[in-house]
């Protein structure tokens, strides 16, 4: 019975290390994704799957979403020939988000998240997030990283 114990508790750090690669591995294609566009049309799993897609998902209220109209066209000019750009809204009412972009010139499509279920399910915990999907898959998801050209280079390459 001793040996039989020892033998079960020596295989534990073995599960442990598979579950961590299965949690940290890559999230898999979204094929149920839906997220209407604020001016028609929508961003699908099928959208997501067929090449680089970066997608800065922000919200008016947050003070750090401000200038996001500044760094989506940024992002577009530097990187929208490698990649689809977009910016999903996090759960704001389509008035809110028209008063907030009225005079501002944003050069890519604004998708709703209107539940959250979406940046929810892709770690975003901090706004302006970043999701980065490439073949299919989440590469990055989560905060907006401070050195966001390096970063998007270094997924996009």
Same mark, same amino acid.
């Given at each position: 019975? !001793? /040996?039989?114990?020892r033998r +079960?508790?020596? *295989?534990?750090?073995?599960?442990?290390? @598979?579950?961590?690669?299965?949690?940290?591995?890559?999230?898999?294609?979204?094929?149920?994704?839906?997220?209407? $566009?604020?001016?028609? $049309?929508?961003?699908? $799993?099928?959208?997501?799957? *067929?090449?680089?897609?970066?997608?800065?998902?922000?919200?008016?209220?947050?003070?750090?979403?401000?200038?996001?109209? @500044?760094?989506?066209?940024?992002?577009?000019?530097? =990187?929208?020939?490698?990649? !689809?750009?977009?910016?999903?809204? =996090?759960?704001?009412?389509?008035?809110?988000i028209r008063?907030?972009?009225?005079?501002?010139?944003?050069?890519?499509?604004?998708?709703?998240? !209107?539940?959250?279920?979406?940046?929810?399910?892709? +770690?975003?915990? @901090?706004?302006?997030?970043? /999701?980065? =999907?490439?073949? $299919?898959? +989440? *590469?990055?998801?989560?905060?907006?990283?401070?050195?966001?050209?390096?970063?998007? *280079?270094?997924?996009?390459?």
């Amino acid at each position: 019975m !001793r /040996i039989e114990l020892r033998r +079960a508790w020596s *295989r534990w750090p073995v599960w442990a290390i @598979a579950a961590a690669l299965l949690l940290a591995s890559p999230a898999m294609p979204q094929a149920d994704v839906r997220l209407p $566009g604020l001016d028609g $049309g929508q961003l699908t $799993g099928a959208d997501l799957a *067929r090449g680089p897609v970066v997608i800065l998902v922000w919200a008016s209220w947050s003070p750090r979403c401000r200038d996001i109209v @500044a760094r989506a066209n940024a992002v577009a000019a530097k =990187f929208g020939g490698e990649a !689809r750009i977009v910016t999903v809204n =996090f759960q704001e009412d389509v008035s809110t988000i028209r008063e907030f972009l009225a005079g501002q010139k944003l050069s890519v499509p604004v998708f709703l998240d !209107r539940d959250g279920a979406f940046s929810k399910a892709h +770690a975003v915990t @901090a706004l302006p997030g970043l /999701i980065v =999907f490439r073949d $299919g898959q +989440a *590469r990055y998801t989560g905060k907006l990283p401070a050195d966001l050209d390096a970063t998007l *280079r270094n997924l996009l390459d």
